[in-house]
């Protein structure tokens, strides 16, 4: 199957670009595979937020979440890395250049076990991208042995149950320093497309848990990944939209109602009370919400945490605002006196 | 001075039947972390701005305090600047080891000592200068607290006294290494000085044979450790985005980097940095980046260590594979694995020729002195973005993080080259791009940078199989296709790995061949041998890999060919028998050291000779 649920054929979007640029090859995954529909996602969301597909540097691991970047965006830079390092390389394809978008997306395995250490260095760093994980529960491209974001008594399709204490990802990323943690599941489209929006106008690293179910292994009774478990034990913190700073806002905000969040490029976040009160710059708010759903069995879903205003890596790093990458000779070799000055001192 | 005799009563007002001027090794025996660097820098400069030529070289153990270090300098009128085995000088400032490093003195050495260690009683064939310091530091040091430091500057003032030293050039030296804002200590650490001279001057009276006298041989020279130079070296290389992990030898390479950035690459109108520099997490990361970063357009480098580069292995040959330049400087150490952290050797040539599996081949550059640390920096960007391919600097510790008398470094000629990059003009001109095509037939396809506005510019870059359009395949074709492109690229890369230096005597029916450091004693070394053994021989230097045709050439043109490295292995060796036709092989012989300090000439003689029977 093609991973673009299409919009009509010639509809354009507000950079006068048909949605077949942001569609990529063919899909090789499995027919009802939860990578597929984030695909879709992404291939929506940047359509319609007119994003230039050339700004974009489409990063990935190694894994059947991360061979995904091939089936999106072909008029995008991608690069299919190694098992767990796309942080590192998307770290360093944001240092040459500043101007790329990086999307990064991951399996739980690249992020929750090989490749940890990055992730977690990544997230400390605040480098500026969208880091999606697609989380199964299972190591699908090696044939569904679980991954350490299995919960624990979660049953693998042989039988064998998980004792070991699952990763959190985004417990993880708020404590570590992520400035926009959210999760979500590759079957709400609505609620994965809006908070995807909100990451592209995000000024940091922006971390997605798209829970994503493995049909081939990890979609079975007894699983807590499959598309049936997650429907069930999902539970919104809130209803998610999101209206870009180009468009003028339509709605008023019913007072208590709605929380409206004005980010960082003027596009404003929308959630809406669903039962109880959510305030998502509370970290500790946020740290206790995901600990009493896990507790309770649940899947909390919508934005768990954010916080706008933090220095990204550019800003540590303190650089030209031009892409290192492209800098003329002229900027970056000092001249012949500079020279004679340093051998001067060492004579 | 091993081979002249010394007469155990010359003096300094007479007697003197021989002096031994400006050929002679110093060794100061300290504790780590006692601040004597200071001292011996001092020493080891007064030495050169007097001209003579010499070099100084750490031995320091893996700790941060309290354990013995010996820092030994040479001073060679020849300019041989390698290790010398033989101690002529020891200064014994450390009670632990003061006995053994007396008792391993050659007759007729001579001793400065700390008077309380009575070190006169070990032997009677030397000459020994007892030096009160604790009594001597008192007067010119009344902060208690720095007297630790201040201490060592006394043994400047009498081995300097003792061996005839200028010490208005020791007074440069020290204010020099200071600096005017250190004004204040600089006075200190002089009038320390002052008092070991003048101590020297009333209580020791001259009895060995060893004087320096001005000479005019370090003319225009300068002094550096080689991983500073090379840290210069990426800064005029137009050096982008850096990454690291630090590791013992390799850290003070991007750590001297830092500090050359922030004055020579700041953008004077914004105050920005036309840089990056980013401490990794590992290795591994700080490839990773390096990877991300120059497959976006950066030049980026990383350095590091044995430890390190066995961690980069899967991304090198990503790297290779997918084809994405990589600089990475290896400054080698004692292995495997943690080894000896603060030796040197040449141990990691398979590894960096052959990283990562599958079959992989990178190339290296091979500096053997600071001046080739600067340039080859340069060479290892130009090459690793017009091949698109990691590239290996593969240096050691004794020129990383040793002082080298050094030649200035020449400023670039040749423009930055950023290889086969197509911009949006040039996809609008060409009309079609295909990443891993051969449209050139030297194996080196075109690139562009993600950020390229164009809506062909756009590709695929993966580690797994793919073909020349960059999609994904397992076919069989397309992969061996693939990869004899990849062979025919490192072919072409012979033409830009730069000729070895060499010379081919008429006479000679031997050669040596070596790489790196192992430079410094083989040139010593074949001295020797025509000197003592009237023995000529030829010599190739290589200063990278890919070996080039010259090495074909000149292994044919002899009857035998030693191949001199620091390693156990014969890893030079056996990257050659991997490379060169067989009929060439069964004229190599092989010439190894590798206990951990630098090479020097005698050891290498002594193989020499023991093979050839001579
Ligand atoms: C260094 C290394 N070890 C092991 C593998 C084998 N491997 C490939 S994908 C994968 C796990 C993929 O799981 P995940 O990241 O969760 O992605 P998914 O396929 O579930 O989307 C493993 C272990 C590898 N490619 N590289
Ligand atoms: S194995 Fe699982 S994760 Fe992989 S493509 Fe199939 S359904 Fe998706
Ligand atoms: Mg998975």
């Known amino acids: 199957m093609s991973a673009a649920a299409a919009p009509p054929p010639k509809k354009v979007n507000r950079i006068g670009l048909d949605v077949l640029p942001y569609k990529g090859g063919k899909t090789t995954l499995c027919a009802g595979c939860g990578h597929n529909s984030i ?56 240092m040459a250049n500043r101007d790329l978008r990086g999307i990064v997306v991951t399996g739980d395995g690249d992020t929750a076990s090989i490749g940890i250490g990055q992730f977690i260095h990544m997230l400390r760093r605040n480098v500026p991208l969208v880091y999606i994980i697609e989380n199964n529960g299972v190591y699908g491209l090696t044939k569904g042995q679980f991954s350490a974001t299995a919960d624990r008594g ?194 | 001075m091993s081979t002249i005799e010394v007469s155990p009563v010359a003096s300094r007002t007479g007697g003197q039947s021989y002096r031994v001027i400006n050929d002679w090794s110093i060794q100061v025996a300290t504790v780590n972390g006692s601040g004597s660097q200071t001292a011996n820098n001092i020493l080891m400069r007064s030495i050169f701005q007097m001209g003579i030529p010499v070099s100084g070289k750490n031995l320091f153990p893996s700790n941060i305090a309290g354990l013995p270090t010996w820092f030994t300098i040479r001073a060679n009128k020849h300019g041989w600047i390698g290790r010398k085995k033989e101690i002529d000088f020891l200064v014994a400032m450390n009670p632990e080891t003061a006995r053994e490093d007396v ?234 694995s943690t080894g000896l952290p603060t030796r040197t050797m040449q141990g990691d040539l398979l590894s960096n020729a052959l990283l990562s599996h599958g079959d992989t081949h990178h190339p290296i550059l091979f500096p053997s002195d600071p001046a080739e640390c600067f340039s080859m920096a340069g060479e290892a960007f130009d090459i690793a973005e017009h091949f698109q391919t990691p590239v290996f600097v ?41 990443r891993y095509r051969d449209v050139d037939g030297d194996g080196v396809p075109y690139r562009t940078l993600p950020g390229t506005k164009h809506p062909k510019a756009a590709y695929f870059t993966r580690g797994s199989g793919h073909n020349d359009r960059a999609g994904y395949t397992e076919r069989e074709d397309d992969y061996v296709n693939n990869v004899d492109r990849l062979s025919r690229k490192f072919e072409t890369m012979k033409k830009w790995i730069p000729a070895p230096e060499m010379q081919r005597s008429e006479k000679a029916s031997i050669g040596l061949v070596y790489c790196g450091t192992t430079r410094w004693a083989v040139e010593e070394s074949r001295d020797q041998i025509a000197r003592e053994y009237g023995v000529e021989t030829s010599f190739l230097r290589l200063k990278g890999y890919p070996f080039t045709q010259e090495l074909e050439d000149f292994i044919h043109a002899h009857e035998r060919v030693y191949v001199v490295e620091q390693n156990r292995d014969a890893q030079l060796l056996a990257l050659m028998k991997l490379d060169l036709p067989v009929p060439l092989l069964s004229k190599l012989r092989s010439i190894r050291y590798y206990g951990g300090m630098p090479l020097d000439a005698r050891t290498v003689t002594t193989k020499f000779v023991e093979q050839e029977g001579l």
């Open chain 1, 39 to 94: 695909s879709e996602r992404i291939i929506e969301v940047l359509f319609e937020l007119g994003i230039e597909p050339h700004s974009v540097a489409k990063m990935s691991g190694i894994g059947c979440s991360s061979k995904t970047p091939a089936y999106f965006l072909s008029q995008s830079h991608g690069f299919n890395s190694v098992h767990g390092r796309a942080p590192a390389v998307s770290t360093g394809a944001l």
């Open chain 1, 154 to 347: 979660s049953k693998q399709k042989s039988g064998v149950i998980n004792d070991m204490t699952p990763i959190d990802c985004c417990l993880m990323g708020i404590e570590l320093g992520a400035t926009f943690v959210a999760r979500s599941f590759s079957g709400d489209k609505k609620q994965l497309t809006n908070i995807l929006k909100a990451c592209v106008s995000h000024r940091g690293l922006s971390l997605v848990d798209v829970i994503s179910p493995c049909v081939t292994f990890n979609d079975h009774e007894g699983s807590t990944k499959s598309y049936s478990y997650v429907k069930e034990h999902e539970m919104a913190l809130h209803d998610v939209s999101y209206v870009p700073y180009y468009e003028e806002i339509q709605v008023d905000i019913e007072e208590g109602e709605v929380r409206d969040v004005t980010m960082h490029d003027g596009s404003h976040l929308r959630l809406k009370k669903l039962g109880r009160d959510y305030d998502p710059t509370n970290k500790r708010q946020a740290v206790d919400a995901i600990t009493d759903a896990e507790k309770s069995g649940e899947i909390l879903t919508g934005i768990l945490y954010m916080e706008q205003g933090r220095d990204t890596l550019h800003d540590m790093l303190g650089m030209v605002d031009e892409p290192l990458a492209t800098l003329p000779q002229s900027r970056v070799r000092p001249g012949p006196e500079a020279l004679a000055r340093m051998m001067e001192e060492l004579r």
């Open chain 2, 103 to 336: 008792l391993k003195l050659e007759p007729g050495a001579a001793v400065v000592y700390d008077a309380p260690l009575k070190l006169n009683e070990l032997r009677t064939d030397l000459h020994f200068y007892p030096v009160p310091f604790d009594k001597l530091v008192v007067p010119v040091c009344p902060e208690v607290r720095l007297r630790k430091l201040v201490r060592n500057m006394i043994y400047d003032g009498v081995v300097g006294h003792l061996l005839g030293l200028d010490f208005e050039e020791m007074k440069k030296a020290l204010y020099k290494q200071f600096g005017a804002r250190k004004a204040k200590a600089a006075d200190l650490n002089w009038n320390a000085i002052q008092a070991g001279k003048q101590f020297a001057e009333e209580s020791l009276p001259k009895m060995d044979s060893l004087w320096a006298e001005r000479m005019d041989k370090t003319a225009g020279k300068i002094i550096i450790d080689g991983n500073s130079a090379a840290a210069l070296g990426c800064v005029f290389a137009g050096v982008t985005v850096v990454t690291w992990y630090p590791i013992t030898p390799s850290s003070s390479l991007v750590e001297s980097m830092i500090g050359y950035l922030k004055r020579l690459r700041i953008d004077k109108e914004t105050g920005k940095a036309t840089y990056a520099v980013l401490q990794a997490e590992d290795e591994l990361a700080a490839v990773g980046m390096v990877i991300g970063a120059s497959w976006a357009g950066a030049r980026a480098m990383t350095s590091t260590s044995g430890p390190g580069v066995s961690l980069m292995a899967e991304f090198v040959g990503l790297g290779y594979y997918a084809e994405v330049p990589a600089v990475i400087f290896d400054v080698q150490r004692v292995g495997p």
């Open chain 2, 394 to 434: 593969n240096t050691d510790l004794d020129l990383g993080m040793n002082n080298w008398m050094a030649d200035p470094f020449e400023y670039p000629t040749k423009p930055i080259h950023r290889g086969k990059v197509l911009t949006a003009e040039d996809l609008d001109r060409v009309g079609e791009f295909a």
